[in-house]
């Protein structure tokens, strides 16, 4: 089965002659021909059927869009009639909109005065402190929660009542709340006022193992680049000078991958080149994996972004990777574009939401508070499950293209691997 | 976790001169108060001592407890008036005892 090792790209330089002990046959040449670097091409990269982390919740959003599937029901084309005026309780309100349980609820998006004593409401939609004033009809109030889209179809706000978040007494007692706000919004504490709030700054030296235990994936990198398998072969067998060869690497993927028909990135590489050469089992979100990550981007460190878009199937890809970046996915009916494009650097709660450049350039990057290394493929995969949408295995192609676009976005930055963030 | 101790802390000082000394030791320092799936308590298992020597004369110990986060992190300070070895040891629940040791060039 095994190619032997195959002189590969601009970094895969190889030793001359070196015979290689495997049963198969033994081809190593210095030769400058362009040979692909060998890669697993039938296996997946990751378990099928994918089963979430632990720990992640574990609600089911088989119901709704993801990015690889449209599942969605249609947005209804009329807003609901009510029969009467709206009697809810408007204390029942002012805990719903403000319950974090229940997707975030309006507090996310909305400053609401004194909504259920709670803290750090977002600025992503306007300030409905004063909506009691605006003498807006309890149905325009009612539908406007239930499902905005009757009235804007390109709102971001989720449809609350459409998907299932709140039932029709629930928003009853949310509109009875809304009447009763009438007054310009006190704050507590000048933190819980977003447009206040300082915008988060991430200041530690993420090369500093002392400040950054991802920086210990370097060392472990380093020896699994030098062990063995079963084979007989390890990395440095043909990869002899790691940190000049690998110098510019990262910082070229992810790339497309004819041979595959999809866009593959430094992590899926990892798994398919090292199951083609030494055999070694490093499946995408294993330790092995996530460290030989970290120091394969470690080593290009200071390169700027610089994706291959030249190809027509690239091109392509990108293009799919912008389509996708829109796809409204998961019980809260969003796109990436809706967080991190229209609602970009405002406060959604207490999260700063980034723009697409900046998000790419130090994964895969340490999570102060999860105690873990995360690669682009997880935090993609956080971001579904966060909007409760079911996220994809981490090799889908959709992720691949998804990847491809954001690499994209971020051309120029210079990467510093591993990075550190909350 | 087999994970080495991390230091810094300058390979070289002139006499008199007062150090800044950093450790940090990878461990989960389970605080003893969390629950498992099924309700059971996971047990304590913490760093509980931290000591730093100099020539094995003492320089800092300290007492860990469990509100101490995962991956202790130490830094102080010290004057150094000869060349000499930094020893630094942490001690587990468990009773496992895990040192490293740094020089210093006093000029």
Redesign the interface.
């Given at each position: 089965m095994r190619e032997g090792i195959l002189s590969g790209n601009a970094v895969a330089l190889i030793v001359a002659g070196a015979v290689l002990a495997s049963g198969s046959q033994a081809l190593a040449q210095a030769t400058p021909a362009k040979r692909e670097a060998p890669i697993e091409l039938k296996a997946d990269a990751s378990p099928r059927p994918w089963k979430r982390y632990p720990g992640w919740p574990a609600r089911d959003y088989s119901k709704y869009n993801t990015l690889a599937n449209l599942a969605t029901p249609p947005a209804p084309k009329e807003p609901r009639k009510l029969t009467g005026p709206i009697t809810g309780d408007a204390k029942k309100g002012a805990e719903l909109v403000a319950d974090r349980a229940r997707g975030g609820s309006c507090l996310a998006c909305h400053v609401m005065g004194p909504a259920g004593g709670a803290n750090l409401p977002g600025n992503v939609a306007p300030d409905l402190s004063e909506i009691g004033n605006a003498g807006r009809e309890d149905e325009w109030l009612f539908n406007y929660v239930y499902d905005a889209r009757v009235y804007n179809p390109e709102t971001v706000m989720p449809p609350w009542g459409s998907h299932g978040f709140f039932d029709e007494a629930e928003i009853n007692d949310i509109v009875a709340f809304l009447k009763t706000l009438k007054s310009p919004a006190v704050f507590k504490t000048e933190l819980d006022n977003p447009e206040k709030r300082p915008v988060p700054v991430e200041k530690r030296d993420n090369l500093?193992?002392?400040e950054n235990?991802a920086m210990?994936a370097v060392e472990k990198a380093e020896a699994l680049f030098k062990q063995r398998t079963a084979s007989g072969f390890a990395c440095a067998t043909c990869h002899n000078d790691p940190k000049t060869q690998f110098k510019t690497w990262a910082a070229a993927m992810p790339k497309w991958e004819p041979r595959l028909n999809k866009v593959l990135g430094v992590e899926e590489f990892i798994t398919r080149h090292a199951k083609a050469t030494t055999g070694a089992d490093w499946m995408m979100e294993t330790d092995d994996n996530r460290a030989m990550s970290v120091y394969l981007h470690f080593l290009a460190n200071g390169e700027p972004i610089k994706v291959d878009t030249a190809s027509a199937e690239a091109k392509a890809a990108i293009a799919r990777g912008v389509e996708l970046s829109k796809r409204k996915v998961g019980q809260l009916n969003m796109a990436c574009t809706d967080c991190h494009g229209i609602a970009a650097n405002k406060w959604i709660r207490g999260q700063w939401l980034g723009e697409p450049k900046g998000q790419y350039d130090h994964f895969p990057t340490w999570r102060t508070n999860l105690?873990a290394i995360w690669d682009i493929r997880q935090r993609f995969q956080w971001c579904q499950v966060n909007i409760r949408a079911d996220e994809l295995p981490p090799d889908a192609k959709e992720y691949g293209d998804l990847e491809f676009y954001l690499a994209t976005q971020n051309e120029g930055l210079k990467l510093s691997v591993p990075g550190i963030r909350h | 976790m087999a994970?080495k101790p991390?230091l810094?802390l300058p390979k070289e000082a002139k006499k008199g001169d007062v150090i800044e000394i950093?450790t940090?030791l990878?461990h989960t320092m389970e605080s003893g108060q969390r629950k498992d799936k099924d309700g059971k308590t996971i047990p304590r298992k913490i760093i509980n001592k931290f000591t730093c020597e100099f020539n094995g004369k003492p320089v800092f110990s300290t007492t860990l407890e469990p509100a101490i986060a995962?991956?202790p992190?130490m830094q102080f300070y010290a004057k150094v008036t000869e060349s000499g070895t930094f020893k630094f040891t942490w001690t587990d629940d468990d009773g496992s005892v895990t040192t490293a040791e740094e020089k210093i060039t006093v000029a």
């Open positions: 500093d193992p002392i235990p210990w105690l | 994970e991390r810094k950093k940090l990878a995962a991956n992190y």
